[in-house]
């Protein structure tokens, strides 16, 4: 009887162990896993640079129209530029247009457009259109 179970425990111990097919299918399921993991993360940080310069740009451009409106109308010219150290990397175009309108007869009235394109790296584009009128 001792026999029979000296032979139990030894079948036991013999098969309490992981395989090597059963090593190599969890380690190709967790490379597998931590690959979509990495890619998942990096697309995550893509997004939120988006995010970031889509919250930034609007501010930005305000901010240059602002400047743009503290002029009398007639004075502004097209201009470039960047935003300085606060904001590396940002810069600035700013165009205006008069626009020709059949509902303003009297030439001392005047409608013009306003564009200020807003760009990070040369990549990232933000624009921002407006139309102010003004009288001589």
Same mark, same amino acid.
């Given at each position: 009887?001792?026999?029979?179970?000296?032979?139990?425990?030894?079948?036991?111990?013999?098969?309490?162990?992981?395989?090597?097919? /059963?090593?190599?299918?969890?380690?190709?399921? #967790?490379?597998?896993?931590?690959?979509?993991? &990495? *890619?998942?993360?990096? +697309?995550?940080? #893509?997004?939120? =640079? @988006?995010?970031?310069?889509?919250?930034? =740009?609007? /501010?930005?451009?305000?901010? *240059?129209?602002?400047?743009?409106?503290?002029?009398?109308? *007639?004075?502004? !010219?097209? @201009? =470039?530029?960047?935003?300085?150290?606060? &904001?590396?990397? &940002?810069?600035?175009? #700013?165009?205006?247009? /008069?626009?020709?309108?059949?509902?303003? !007869?009297?030439? *001392?009235?005047? #409608?013009?457009?306003?564009?200020?394109?807003?760009? +990070?790296? @040369? /990549?990232? @584009?933000?624009?921002?259109?407006?139309?102010?009128? &003004? !009288?001589?």
């Amino acid at each position: 009887m001792d026999r029979s179970l000296a032979c139990a425990c030894r079948r036991h111990i013999r098969h309490s162990g992981f395989t090597l097919l /059963e090593v190599l299918v969890a380690l190709a399921v #967790l490379a597998i896993a931590l690959t979509s993991i &990495y *890619k998942l993360q990096g +697309q995550t940080i #893509l997004m939120s =640079a @988006n995010s970031r310069f889509l919250t930034i =740009a609007p /501010e930005l451009a305000q901010a *240059k129209l602002s400047e743009a409106e503290r002029q009398d109308f *007639k004075d502004i !010219t097209d @201009n =470039a530029g960047d935003f300085g150290e606060d &904001y590396p990397n &940002y810069a600035w175009t #700013l165009s205006t247009e /008069e626009v020709p309108t059949e509902l303003i !007869t009297d030439n *001392k009235y005047h #409608l013009i457009r306003i564009d200020i394109n807003v760009t +990070q790296n @040369n /990549e990232n @584009n933000f624009q921002l259109h407006t139309y102010r009128f &003004y !009288t001589d």
